[in-house]
Every structure is written in structure tokens, then in C-alpha cells.
């Protein structure tokens, strides 16, 4: 059975950095496709970043310049280091994975995504 457990997040001021990290098992973590999602109260779950089994990564807009994703597949664990953090940033933040490689245009859509974790909480104060 495939599971993904997220750490990492917290409280931090504007300006601060976080890293989360997202341990993953269950089946082949290097052939996966792997995304990084946020959801505000109120609001839907959004594709902040995701990277393919090839190591090529895609963000959206709003964290262009300010996050990396990353993954090591020696521990299967992907990560999100995010920097100069925003009061907008504010969100539970989930990895999601799927066993396949994914179009471009569909690595920020969470309908491709079919294994989530539990989410784990950032928060920043201004």
C-alpha cells in the first residue's frame, strides 16, 4: 500500500524559510511522478510544484524564484524548500504522487495525482 507522510511544516514571519519533506512507500518511488500541493481555508487545492521521474521540475507562478522541489530517491523522499515565505503562503501543504509520468500541463492539476499524505501545516505571520 502506497504512503506518503509529510514533515516540516510550522509558524514562521514573512521573509522566514521552511523545508518540508515527504516520505514515500509502496511501490517504485523512482518511476513516480511527484507534486507538491497547498489548500487555504476557503479555497481549492493548488499545484505549487511537482517533478517527474526525469528530474524535470515545473512551479507556479506565485512561488516561481522562491521554492525548489526536489526528491532523493536513495531515502524516497521528496522535499520543498521554500524561502522568503509570504503571509499568502499560508496553507496545509500535501504531497501527492502517481505511478506514472505525467504531461507537463498536467503536473500542477491535483486530478493527476492519485496517492495523497495527510498535509502538514505552514503558517506565516507578517
Known amino acids: 500500500q502506497v504512503q506518503l507522510v509529510e514533515s516540516g511544516g510550522g509558524s514562521v514571519q514573512a521573509g522566514g524559510s521552511l523545508r518540508l519533506s515527504c516520505a514515500e512507500s509502496?511501490?517504485?518511488?523512482?518511476?513516480?511522478?511527484l507534486g507538491w500541493f497547498r489548500q487555504a481555508p476557503g479555497k481549492e487545492r493548488e499545484g505549487v510544484a511537482a517533478?517527474?521521474?526525469?528530474?524535470?521540475?515545473i512551479y507556479a507562478d506565485s512561488v516561481q524564484g522562491r521554492f525548489t522541489i526536489s526528491r532523493d530517491k536513495a531515502v524516497n523522499t521528496l522535499y520543498l524548500q521554500m524561502n522568503n515565505l509570504k503571509p499568502e503562503d499560508s496553507a496545509m501543504y500535501y504531497c501527492?504522487?502517481?505511478?506514472?509520468?505525467?504531461?507537463?500541463?498536467?503536473?500542477?492539476?491535483?486530478?493527476?495525482?492519485?496517492?495523497w499524505g495527510q498535509g502538514t501545516q505552514v503558517t506565516v505571520s507578517s
Open positions: 517533478i517527474d521521474r526525469d528530474s524535470n521540475t
Open positions: 509502496g511501490y517504485s518511488y523512482a518511476s513516480s511522478s
Open positions: 501527492a504522487s502517481v505511478p506514472w509520468k505525467i504531461s507537463a500541463t498536467r503536473r500542477l492539476n491535483p486530478v493527476a495525482y492519485n496517492y
